[in-house]
């Protein structure tokens, strides 16, 4: 036991050495959290996969700091992460689920118009939807385009008049 302490330090009075081995610890563990609560964690996301995101980084780090008890953080971490995977179950198994935690998509473009109501509901400006066409499409040009959405996790999905989505544009709108 007193080995350990010696490694990995006790309380707040941690030395570097103790630091750094803690983060090694807290980086294998957290890679194993990862790959439990799956792909979606770290992807681009919904507010359930970033919430996630926030809580793990921030419950891990004490952690490492040694602010909070090793054992009891990292414990916590692990629920953080078995309780994403159990929503992220649930959400693919029930879309009225999903509808409430993640939303639905919006439509912002149809029949050659911008839709000004829902831009304003997905808090996307006229800019940001040519911007996605031009990164989507390599031109200005809107004539191609069928429709245009906000999706779930904030991307903007640009669907070509023949019905092939073409790509999608990250929306920075907080």
């Not at 983060?23 to 790959?35: E, H, P």
């Not at 779930?152 to 008049?161: A, F, H, P």
Request: aromatic share 4%; proline share 2%; net charge positive.
């Amino acid at each position: 036991m007193n080995t350990l302490v010696t490694i990995f330090g006790e309380g707040e009075d941690l030395n570097t050495l103790n630091m750094c081995c803690r983060a090694v610890v807290v980086f294998i563990l957290a890679l194993l959290m990862i790959r439990i609560s799956g792909r979606r964690s770290f992807g681009i996301g919904t507010a359930v996969d970033n919430i996630i995101v926030v809580l793990f980084g921030a419950v891990l780090s004490r952690a490492v700091t040694g602010t909070s008890p090793f054992i009891p953080t990292v414990a916590a971490s692990l629920v953080i992460v078995i309780l994403h995977r159990l929503m992220a179950w649930r959400i693919v198994h029930s879309a009225r689920l999903g509808k409430l935690v993640e939303g639905n998509k919006i439509l912002l473009f149809e029949n050659g118009k911008m839709i000004t109501d829902n831009m304003k509901r997905g808090l996307v400006c006229e800019e940001d939807i040519m911007q996605a066409i031009r990164e989507t499409t390599g031109s200005e040009q809107i004539d191609g385009i069928s429709k245009i959405y906000i999706e779930r996790n904030g991307e903007i999905s640009v669907v070509k008049n023949d019905g092939v989505q073409i790509a999608a544009h990250r929306n920075t709108a907080p």
